[in-house]
């Protein structure tokens, strides 16, 4: 007899359609940097080496919250939408075509930009 097993686990091929597919849990938060001005203020243009990556991210998604020692839900301190300062290195890469995000918790953020 001449069986053949295939594996059809969902992990193997995660591909998302658009970012919007993709909720945060807990005390999540998905964001995507600011990306640095390739052009200074009297228009010449940098090369990508050149440029910097910010600490700037923009929330795009945030997950109901964590929970703390009694059950009960603590709400995120940021909200979808805001401008926020993120760490240089950390967070879960998330590549969704060629745009990439970042998924941090909420206390690895650093501060909240208010304008």
């Known amino acids: 007899m001449n069986t053949k097993l295939t594996s059809s686990s969902p992990l ?3 591909t998302l359609k658009s970012i919007r597919s993709l909720a945060p849990l807990l005390d999540r938060v ?3 940097r600011i990306k640095a001005e ?3 203020a009297s228009g010449i243009f940098l090369p ?3 440029v910097k990556e910010l600490n ?3 929330v795009l998604a945030v ?3 964590g929970l703390d020692k009694d059950g009960k839900r603590v709400a ?3 909200k979808a939408g805001d401008r926020v300062l993120i760490p240089q290195y950390g967070g879960s890469p998330v590549k969704v075509g060629d745009e990439e995000y970042s998924l941090f918790r909420d206390h690895d953020i650093l501060a909240k930009i208010n304008e």
Do not use: H, R, Y
Request: charged share 20%; hydrophobic share 25%.
């Open 76 to 78: 995120c301190g940021v």
């Open 12 to 14: 193997q091929s995660t």
């Open 63 to 65: 997950g109901p919250g």
């Open 56 to 58: 700037e991210a923009k």
């Open 38 to 40: 390739t052009k200074t």
């Open 30 to 32: 998905l964001v995507q």
């Open 48 to 50: 990508e080496s050149a």
